[in-house]
Every structure is written in C-alpha cells, then in structure tokens.
C-alpha cells in the first residue's frame, strides 16, 4: 500500500482507471483518492495548492488552507502528466515524497501526512531526464512500481470486451434496453488503429447509443 506506481502509455489508454483500480485495492481505499493534472496549475499557484498555506501569507490567503499532500493523508494522491511537471516543483516534490512532512506556505512548522503517490504519464520518462526536462532522482522515488499499458491497437483482444462493457454502460444511462450489436461492428473494429485508445473508444460507443434509432448497432454507427 505505500509503493509509489508509474504508469505509462499513450493518451487514452486508462491510466487513471489503473490508478483508481490499485488506490481501491488497497489498505488506502477508504481514504481520500485525488487525481490531479499536474501541468494545470499555474506556478504562481503551485506551492500554495500542493503544501497549503497560513492565514495572511498572501494577498487572498483569508483562511489557512491545506495542500494536496495533507488532502491525502492515508490516501493516494494522483498526478497525471507527471512529465510536465516546472522543474522547481520536481525539487518539492521529491522532498516532500522522502520526508513524508510538509511545510506550509507562510508557516515554520512541518506538518507530517502519509500520502501515496500514482503518478502517470504519455512520454518517454527517461527521454525527458536525458533532457534534463525531469529529475532522475524524483523518477526513482515515483517508480517504485512501473505499469505500463500498451495501446489498444497492441492488444485487440480488448476490444470486444470493452465495446460490450461500454455498451451496457450507456444503454442503461440512456434508457435503451436490449442493444444489439452486429458482427460487422466487432470486424471493422479489430482492423481500426484506434489513435485514441481505450478513450475513443468509449466515445464512440456512447455517440453509438445516442443516435441509434432500433436496438441494432451497426457498421454505419461507428465511423472507422
């Protein structure tokens, strides 16, 4: 349960669904579970949301304020596109990862949290550190564990799977019982390369069942 994990693949191919799956497999599965992108935050913002801050640290800071690491204590905190993390937080990051403590902004006094971190990207992790783009030592304190998910073109066997899964999924939140599939749909789908993984093809499942007019999904209802 305290193993930091990184998964890595293509964009769209269920890096957070993995990340849910290990967080509620776990001992820290009634804890909190935060996803996170971490290039979405801005860095005049960073400390502040990752470590939290003291009343009266900042022009806005009007009440104290707890960081993500606190959010997550006994839980798992995700950060998505890891890769794209400003090298002065990697600095943070990985300090707050081996002391377990943080320390808010405005304060003195640490505050200690045990937080696991799920960490996820796109790129070619290594890439980047060669790069001097991401941090070695930070890449060995989050990959403790390493999951990698090949995409959905690798792994064809998914598809079908996935596609009844979907369709089960949106039939109900739809109110379109007793949808159908035709053998054309599973043909035209094991020969597409899916650029969009796992996500495209849930998105054209759902598109799928909103416009159907009958039960039967046809090939005429996916565009590959």
């Known amino acids: 349960p305290d193993a930091n994990v990184l998964i890595t693949g293509e964009s769209g191919t269920g890096k957070e669904n993995i990340a849910r799956i290990i967080h509620y497999s776990s001992t820290r599965k009634d804890p909190v579970f935060f996803a996170l992108n971490s290039s979405a935050i801005t860095e005049s913002l960073l400390d502040s949301e990752f470590f939290g801050h ?9 009440t104290d304020k707890m960081g993500y690491f606190e959010v997550c204590n006994g839980g798992t905190l995700f950060l998505d596109e890891i890769a ?3 090298l002065n937080l990697q600095a943070k990051i990985l300090r707050a990862t081996e002391e377990k403590a943080v320390t808010r902004v405005g304060d003195t006094n ?3 949290t045990d937080f696991r971190i799920i960490s996820a990207t796109n790129h070619d992790i290594d890439e980047k550190v060669e790069q001097k783009k991401f941090r070695l030592d930070l890449l060995h304190r989050l990959n403790t564990l390493h999951i990698h998910i090949p995409p959905l073109r690798e792994r064809p066997e998914d598809i079908k799977p996935l ?8 039939a109900t939140k739809f109110n379109k019982p007793n949808i159908h599939i035709s053998k054309e749909v599973f043909d035209a789908l094991l020969k597409y390369d899916f650029p969009g993984n796992v996500r495209e093809l849930r998105n054209m499942t759902e598109r799928a069942i909103i416009l159907c007019k009958g039960n039967l999904l046809g090939i005429n209802d996916f565009p590959v």
């Open 163 to 170: 596609l009844i899964h979907f369709i089960d999924d949106y």
């Open 110 to 112: 640490q505050i200690h």
């Open 54 to 62: 003291k009343k009266g640290s900042f022009t806005g800071a009007i």
């Open 84 to 86: 794209d993390m400003p």
